[in-house]
């Protein structure tokens, strides 16, 4: 397995800065976060370290020569937003740009753009399926087209009021992964697996693992504390971030010994990316740095 980190914790560094910064840490990979160049619409998005809209074969290979100079690999592009937005102008933007994304992996020699399914906050899950169906036939034969995977991580996208209750990303649970995958029924689909998501939503994070071996294309590492105090007071119906916190590897209540144990056991030996949302690490910049290398040196216990 190669150790990286998510590059959207890098708001300040344009993309040189940041695989400088990737190397100085001695990581081997990096997930490109890849928005919409100036459109920052939540924390830790729009962040944009390539311009895949403009991406050109000349300004690919200069990216490509920049990263092997630092012997650093793009593990991903990353574009994390709301392809089944219940705006349709807004929606068909975020698709038209996740094309880009698809296009830019190809040029870059990447085989992985790691996304959300999306979901319509207000409908069903039965609702929210049926327009899986209708709408993301198109993008898998353009990313099939392109020989790129793509792979959806489980993060559910309700922590704040407006995306409660239903969230903005439908893939969150096995029983929901084994349908879609029945519904899209493509080698060119799959998982980009974090462990925090499954924490607060009291899913076993180590047994899908083995269910979903051959689905698993990136794996995430950030960590969830759950506050039982905070729990037992408002409830799992609140909004998560009421009763939990991201934070960094080691310090939440994810086992990352029997996680990175099971993936060895299962013989993944992909990407592996570290990604930082820990607002107690967030007081200035050199503070950012620093949580990158305190998860860096936490996680080569496991990762070598």
Known sequence: MKLGIVSAIFDQSNFEEMIDIVA???????????????????????????????LTPEKAQEILAY??????????????????????????????????????????????VTTFIGRMPSKSVS???????NVWPAIIQHAEENGVRIGIENCPMLFTEDEWPGGQNLMTTPSIWREVFQILDSDYLG????????????????????????????????????YPDKLA?????????????????????????????????????????????????????EAVKNSVTLSTKYLRNFVI
Not at 24 to 49: F, I, M, T
Not at 127 to 133: D, G, P, Q
Request: glycine content about 6%.
């Open 24 to 54: 100085e840490n001695g990581l081997e990979c990096v997930e490109v976060a890849c928005w919409p160049q100036g459109k920052a619409e939540r924390r830790y998005a729009g962040v944009s370290h390539i311009d895949t809209k403009n």
């Open 67 to 112: 990263c092997e100079s630092k012997n650093v690999e793009i593990s991903a592009l990353a574009y994390y937003p709301n392809p089944l937005d219940e705006d349709l102008e807004k929606r068909a933007e975020v698709i038209d740009h996740l094309h880009t994304v698809i296009d830019a992996a190809k040029l870059l020699q990447v085989d992985l």
């Open 127 to 133: 609702e929210n399926l049926a327009e899986v169906a």
């Open 191 to 226: 998982l980009n697996y974090d462990p925090s998501h499954f924490v607060w939503q009291q899913i076993d994070y180590l047994k899908p693992l083995y269910e979903f071996k051959d689905k698993i294309f990136h794996v995430h590492y950030k960590d969830i504390k759950v």
């Open 233 to 285: 007071d408002v409830g799992v119906m609140a909004t998560p971030l009421a009763y939990m916190s991201p934070k960094l590897p080691g310090l939440g209540d994810v086992d990352w010994g029997k996680y990175v144990s099971a993936l060895t056991d299962i013989g993944y030996d992909g990407y592996t990316c570290i990604e930082v949302e820990d607002k107690a690490f967030e007081k200035n910049y």
